[in-house]
Nanobody, 125 residues
Framework: QVQLVESGGGLVQAGGSLRLSCAAS????????VGWFRQAPGKERAFVAA????????LYADSAKGRFTISRDNAKNTVYLRMNSLKPEDTAVYYC??????????????????WGQGTQVTVSS
């Protein structure tokens, strides 16, 4: 089993930046695809970004492209999501998740095996 803990959320003004961290324990995170998802009140959980086990490939939602960067440090068993130019519509609970499966299902939350508890990101206008 993998335990995931997100951190780094908070309140930030529009245009600001945050870096979320997803720290793993229990097993090495390097054997998993890791994704970030977010869920705003009244909305379904939505894909934000994912990174391949090797770190060589990444995927982004259209809303994240050009503003967010996902990265991983396998030595620290941690995945990061750097978020720049934040907008009020980015307000949500952000979750990281780990997937033992194939890269071609990385956008689908149903394919992920382990989830963190989430961290709140609030962007004020």
């Amino acid at each position: 089993q993998v335990q995931l803990v997100e951190s780094g959320g908070g309140l930030v003004q529009a245009g600001g930046s945050l870096r979320l961290s997803c720290a793993a324990s229990g097993r090495t995170l390097s054997t998993y695809i890791v994704g970030w998802f977010r869920q705003a009140p009244g909305k379904e959980r939505a894909f934000v970004a994912a990174i391949h086990r090797s770190g060589a490939s990444t995927l982004y939602a259209d809303s994240a492209k050009g503003r967010f960067t996902i990265s991983r440090d396998n030595a620290k068993n941690t995945v990061y999501l750097r978020m720049n130019s934040l907008k009020p519509e980015d307000t949500a609970v952000y979750y990281c998740a780990a997937d033992r499966g194939a890269w071609n299902t990385a956008l689908d939350p149903a394919g992920y095996d382990y989830w963190g508890q989430g961290t709140q990101v609030t962007v004020s206008s």
